[in-house]
């Protein structure tokens, strides 16, 4: 069974930074692509950042392009989202996700296991 636990949200100001991580447990965590999504309040859930399993290949939603950065270390069994120039639209739950094959992807019926999600709030 895959478990993912994500940490680091919190309340920032706009322009600020935020890191987070999201731990995975169980097998081949390096054997997947990995992404990064999110939700606010009365809108779907929509894609930010995905990084195939190698960690060298990554995609990113338009609207965080150059202010966000996703990594992967597959000795930790561990994903990050690096959030920098935080804008009060960013606030939302993100989650991370695991997809069902390698290659990075974009649409959320790609990835089969998900955190628990953790809130940002960017506060202008």
């Known amino acids: 069974q895959v478990q993912l636990v994500e940490s680091g949200g919190g309340l920032v100001q706009a322009g600020g930074s935020l890191r987070l991580s999201c731990a995975a447990s169980?097998?081949?965590?390096?054997?997947?692509?990995m992404g990064w999504f999110r939700q606010a309040p009365g809108l779907e859930r929509e894609f930010v950042a995905a990084t195939d399993s190698s960690g060298y290949n990554t995609a990113y939603a338009d609207s965080v392009k150059g202010r966000f950065t996703i990594s992967r270390d597959n000795a930790k069994n561990t994903v990050y989202l690096q959030m920098s120039s935080l804008k009060p639209e960013d606030t939302a739950v993100y989650f991370c996700a695991r997809n069902r094959y390698s290659l990075k992807t974009t649409m959320v019926n790609d990835y089969n296991y998900w955190g628990q999600g953790t809130q940002v709030t960017v506060s202008s």
């Open positions: 169980g097998r081949s965590f390096s054997g997947y692509a």
